[in-house]
């Protein structure tokens, strides 16, 4: 009977962990009242129970009962527990020592399923503290290693966190064929909706809009909402939401996007995910401050809450994102010397792996340096930034600053240079004019193909 609680007790635990309902855990193999009663000790599975429970759980039959066993404390799960708080608690550099321990560790003794927890985790606190390039090597070995990729919850996980980063690299194109496989695999799975099942609809959600394809972003944030409602945990409807907000927006829909945010923010503001919240904070105040009232008053307010608690909870680019925003804010207000200073402030914290960012963060600090008088600096950001918003594919936003770069070519009367730049709006939009010389067409992408070379060595 104690063996039986104690491998119910693990079940629950990693049950919760992966964000799964009883429901979901059964899937359609068994019932959630079976789950109910092996959770409280008074059901004993079989071996092909318990094969397909660990599958569902993203782990080896044997990582359910290594602790059934020995009455022993494993020091390596406290140690896994200690750097998940680390992490949960701003510390990343702390938490990436003892991840790293505890997978050496769990190496030299042969504990596979805690050494892929722990490898998970080292992935995470690089992502954390801003190495991306280093964390997207991490989950893609994860990927690939054939006893973690193959059950679905920790792929899905796994999943979520990769696509984040090729994201923030600006590497749009493979981070959409990974979420749509991954989609499709689940799918073809029929598994029943997870938390990170919808996680994953709604990054894919965020990822069409950064490509401009907002038609496809809308249809698949309707559907993320449709399968978050069936889920449990409401964390999964409010990232619906919250998705589905940013499509109204892009959209130039912002009383909806309001809307949308707004019950997002009463979801996440129910739970404990200090971060997350703050982020969204950091999404609605934008929203905010770009719609027809305009509140830049109520805009501030947000962003300085959510300041303070990443400065607690967030990473240096969970800061940068709120000093981009407050940036945008101060602009509103015709305070450029203050929104210089928190662009500046962002890049610095930005560094070199986000291009996404860096060329919004770009494109708030030119319109500062307009305002400033500085129209030469102001030129070369907006041209920086839609370089690096080509070289991500994010096309419609870098056809908004090559015709930004344009129109202040035109006020400094550089006109030659100016029609370059228009140019470039359209073609990132597809349009080529038919009607111009052969001779000024070739000039035109001469100029366009050596900058974009010069602009993709700079990236």
């Not at 609680?5 to 429901?23: C, H, K, P, T, V």
Request: aromatic share 4%.
């Amino acid at each position: 009977m104690a063996e039986s609680q104690a491998l119910g007790s693990r079940i629950r635990r990693l049950r919760r962990e992966a964000g799964l309902s009883q429901m979901d855990l059964a899937g359609t193999e068994l019932s959630p009242s079976y789950i109910s009663l092996l959770e409280a000790g008074k059901r004993t599975p079989s071996p092909e129970v318990l094969e397909q429970i660990a599958a569902r759980l993203g782990c080896p039959p044997e990582h359910l009962l290594e602790m059934v066993a020995t009455d022993r404390p494993d020091t390596l799960q406290t140690d896994l527990r200690y750097a998940e708080i680390s992490l949960r608690n701003g510390d990343p550099k702390t938490a990436l020592d003892t991840f790293t321990t505890v997978r050496d560790a769990a190496a030299a003794q042969g504990k596979d399923a805690v050494r892929l927890s722990a490898e998970y985790g080292v992935a995470q606190a690089l992502e954390h503290d801003g190495r991306l390039e280093e964390a997207a090597e991490r989950y893609q070995a994860l990927l690939d290693h054939a006893g973690y990729g193959q059950s679905l919850v920790p792929r899905l996980a796994v999943a979520v966190a990769l696509c984040r980063c090729h994201r923030e690299m600006g590497d749009l194109a493979h981070a959409v064929d990974l979420a749509t496989t991954t989609l499709e695999e689940a799918r073809r799975l029929r598994i029943t909706p997870t938390v990170l099942g919808v996680e994953l609809m709604a990054t894919l959600v965020g990822l069409h809009c950064e490509r401009g394809d907002l038609h496809r972003a809308a249809a698949l944030a309707r559907t993320a909402i449709e399968e978050a409602e069936g889920v449990s945990d409401r964390k999964a409807l409010g990232a619906a939401y919250w998705n589905a907000g940013v499509v109204a927006h892009r959209s130039g829909e912002s009383g909806d996007a309001l809307l949308l945010l707004e019950r997002a923010l009463a979801i996440y503001s129910e739970g404990d995910d200090a971060r997350a919240l703050s982020r969204l904070r950091n999404a609605y105040a934008s929203v905010l401050m770009q719609s027809e009232t305009g509140d830049i008053a109520e805009a501030k307010a947000q962003l300085t809450r959510s300041a303070e608690a990443l400065a607690d909870h967030g990473s240096t680019v969970d800061v940068a994102y709120c000093e981009t925003s407050l940036a945008r804010a101060c602009l509103l207000e015709s305070d450029a010397p203050q929104a210089e200073r928190h662009a500046r402030r962002a890049l610095e914290l930005l560094g070199s792996g986000h291009r996404l960012e860096t060329a919004r963060t770009l494109l708030v600090l030119a319109g500062a340096q307009l305002q400033l008088g500085e129209a030469a600096e102001a030129e070369a950001g907006c041209e920086r930034a839609a370089l690096l918003l080509e070289a991500s594919e994010a096309d419609r936003q870098a056809a908004s600053a090559w015709n930004d770069l344009g129109e202040l070519l035109e006020r400094s009367g550089r006109t030659e240079r100016a029609v370059w730049a228009y140019r470039q709006s359209l073609r990132c939009l597809g349009q080529r004019s038919s009607l111009l010389p052969a001779t000024g067409a070739s000039t035109g992408a001469s100029a366009g193909g050596d900058r974009g070379q010069q602009g993709s060595a700079r990236a």
